[in-house]
């Protein structure tokens, strides 16, 4: 019988989980819960791709990748009882065989020239705008490159695109984020998308989260429950 995993997400995560489309951003500010949207969707993203999924995960600097990134994955691997196996120098995450579920890549943008060889499932880059924008547009083009593994045990259980590019980040200005998705010359049929509002994106509100519990198994979305929750929070 399926394991079934009950995934907390509020409603901004559950719509980052949910975009169709190709290239989603997700730009908040601090607190906004970024991190653990990454890492939740990052972890479904392995899920829907089945065993021979690679996820990528890009962090700005070696550090974040093992204090934020693969802390982060560990930790919820760990919290849903699923063996794995941690590879700090070659910075991979391997769940154990049999389970079904796709393992995790991670790579520092300090170095974009590395972002070679694999192919991956997809990919989830976060804090590009704290880099200068000729390196994020380069970290960019290298990821969008490699963006090519089409696993056979991948069965669609989300509107989520195979290959597809998710980016998380602060806003830090007119940057890379904001001339990809928030320029007003951007064009639809590039398939980015401004999921948020970029110029609202340090404004602070208090807010209703619907807090969704997602109920997943391998091969079925069974059904999502909602319960409300106030809180403080940056978010566009």
Not at 8 to 30: H, I, R, W
Not at 176 to 190: M, R, S, T
Request: net charge positive; with cysteine.
């Amino acid at each position: 019988m399926a394991k079934i995993l009950k995934v907390n997400l509020t409603d901004p995560q559950m719509e980052m989980y949910c975009a169709s489309e190709k290239y989603p951003a997700f730009v908040a500010g601090f607190g906004s819960g970024k991190s653990y949207s990454m890492s939740q969707c990052a972890f479904l993203d392995a899920i829907e791709g089945g065993s021979e999924a690679k996820i990528l995960i890009g962090e700005p600097t070696h550090d974040l990748l093992r204090t934020v990134a693969m802390a982060n994955i560990e930790s919820l691997l760990m919290r849903y009882g699923i063996k794995y196996k941690a590879n700090k120098s070659e910075k991979t995450i391997i769940p154990a065989n049999g389970l079904g579920i796709g393992s995790f890549f991670f790579k520092s943008y300090s170095n974009p020239e590395r972002i070679i060889g694999d192919e991956y499932f997809r990919a989830h880059l976060d804090e590009l705008d704290t880099i200068h924008m000729e390196q994020a547009e380069h970290v960019w083009v290298k990821v969008l490159g490699r963006m090519r593994q089409k696993p056979t045990t991948y069965k669609k259980i989300s509107d989520r695109c195979p290959r597809s590019i998710s980016t998380y980040t602060t806003p830090e200005g007119y940057r890379f984020v904001y001339n990809q998705w928030g320029a007003d010359n951007i064009k639809k049929e590039n398939g980015y998308l401004q999921n948020f509002n970029y110029e609202k994106a340090s404004a602070k509100g208090k807010i209703v989260l619907l807090l969704k519990r997602l109920l997943l198994k391998r091969l079925d979305c069974i059904s999502a429950k909602r319960m409300k929750k106030i809180t403080n929070m940056m978010i566009i």
